[in-house]
DNA sequence: AGGCCCTACGTAATCGATTACACGGCGGCC
DNA sequence: GGCCGCCGTGTAATCGATTACGTAGGGCCT
């Protein structure tokens, strides 16, 4: 591949010249021509890691994600790639896996390749490498997860609104027996969601004792399927129960099948993560939808800040609940086809303009440009009213 | 961030010394505990960007992938990203979103960024850009899709077998009028399964006539939805459907649902790309497995071949068929929790260890470690024969 | 006309590593 | 005892860019 001075040659001047050509720092006239034609010719490209050595930055970021696989995080790395991108910054990505030694192993791989800023959704909460991170002074945004003694900003949804929307509904439909599953013990995204659910439930008067409050084993399928199983070997099982996890939700949802229990019927169920398919499930559950796209826009914006020498606070966007009908009752409706939060990209270091329609409260629930020729499915498919007249099974 | 002089100077030694003990190049003796020392003593690593600066080798490789999410691809961008780990590389990701333009932009930028080597899982067949890879000489390695008239290796699944299974499957359980939904036309892909399927049927004395092959305008589900939609208002619809993108089939689920037709009884249902919550369906969905991990793995060997010097092979790794219950009779099954075909990884190249059994025919359906304390999912809680008991909805 | 400044460009240092080559010391071999 | 070769190490070139500094030439002012 043809490098600076084989351009410069060419061209017959000085390398010099030939960076400032390209880089436009100095102005340059009559040679620039010869300059840039003999860049065409040769079908030059600056090495970026000659150029990265020099200027001592890579144009790259670094994303440490906890679990590629599971849907949220896939949407919120793919929102970040996004960004990055359109900032013209490149992604170097790694997975944890919720393996805290890999996720050190990864840090550690980003650290060395120089990157210029690093985003971690963080597994586990103690993590010797992200002392290291901050230690080293590598600009850091912790991402959806909190890490405690991480002097870095943070940028994840605040559920507060949600759930106290989420309790009303609950309330509102009759359900006295809350339940809920939350992550592993000691996770602070789980405390959180636990605090803020008991707390918004409280001020209806319910009460959600610690029989009905299940931490799962992992973050995954298996472990919320335990955990709805202990909840139905309950004396009194829950009649509504909040899954703070998409995967644990899976788990839930598969338990209550394989039991023949129904839902809305026999049991509410609501699921955090609004995962695209669990608006085409039957019934389409009621989630509480983080603002996925948005947390990854502004994780970057706010990594950006960092890395330009400027402070960057913690962000907090909040989540909502996108009611559907998997607690009986329908109310509002997002549009098939997507979940609700799912916003179109516009400039590149775009906050939220006028996207939302404000909280989950469409007239119609159909968006321009899909449900091409057919009425909004759940508008069609579902029951008008309360009940299910098809007596479906529970399904996922 | 303390440098190689700064280790040098400490230990009273030059930076060749260093760098020698570092890389164990030549046998160095008394010196090493010294350097070892003030490495240590600094917390020195090495700078990769000088490294690769001097020795044309990043350790890193670049993975375009269609549409991150997407979760088949979601799935294999994790396998890539592992293998790419247990050998020591680092992954850049991009996300062309099935925009060509797109695509050719991160491959640009990923060439500039001097990645060892490029996997690119092609949206669109005729890039530019992925001419000027190969004429680079930078190693390539096509994933999932071959590009006609780009000559590299490419590793992707082979539907034949799984075609004539289904083939065999559909017409012993009396479908004669299948129907199937491609990508968008010219795609080679859609092109080939089309014709596996078609030729599959013939065996049977099945037809496969244009009118029952719907071609949909995008790789989504807005798309699916669409030619299903088509395929019901036909005067005489077809009584099995293989959507050939597990996306497009979320749209066409969710059209039979808009007009309340039921899996399997009105429309025998088969997607091809058997993802996680495919299992977790009510029906459980009759799907055709993609090994994505194997895949991910093999294309990160083929491409470690080419940038090591030898040639490498396209590869082709037999895709199967996983019968569940979406055209009727279950014949099969496979463990709740995960699809068919998530392989247990041997050697260092491993996955993840000790998951799925091997290839679905586990006697009771329950692997260690999941279901804890109950049976599985699917057989406890589906029809024992054929028909529909509970008469639910289609359901997704 | 001379001094000054600005513009356009070249020379060379620099980033942090790897590595070819040189060199001093020492043991073995004849 | 002298020569050869090896071992351990240092010196310096190198990768491909950016950029501080120097300089030549031209225009403008006094």
Redesign the interface.
Known sequence: ?ANIKDVAERAGVSVATVSRVLNGNSPVAETRERVLAAVRELGY??????R??RTAR?G?LGLVISD??N?FF??L??AV??AA?SLGY??????A?ERPEQQDD?I???????IDGLLVSSAGTGSAMLREVVA?GTPLVLLDRTVPGIDAPCVRADGRAALTDLAAHLAALGRRRPAIIVAPAGTPTGDERLELFRAALAAHGIPLPDERVGASLDLQ??GG??VM?DFLDLPEPPDAVLATDNLMA??A???L????LRVPDDMALVVYDDV??FA???PPLTAIAQPTRDLGRAAVQALLERIEGRPAATVLLPARLVTRHSCGEPVTEQP???PANRQSADGPASGRPGDEPAAGRSADGSAPG??????A?EQ??DEPTTGRP???????
């Not at 490149?90 to 997975?95: R, T």
């Open positions: 591949m490209r600056p090495n970026n890691v000659a990265a050595l890579t790259a590629l696989t849907p896939t949407e790395a793919d790639e996004d991108r490149s992604l170097v990505i790694g997975n896996g990864y550690r791989t980003l650290l060395d390749r120089r080293s399928h298996t399927r335990r199983s899976l788990g949802m598969d338990e099948r394989a039991r023949g695209p398919w085409h499930t039957d098939v086809g997507g899909r449900n091409v020729g057919r009425p499915t069609s498919c098809r007596g479906g099974s529970p399904t996922v």
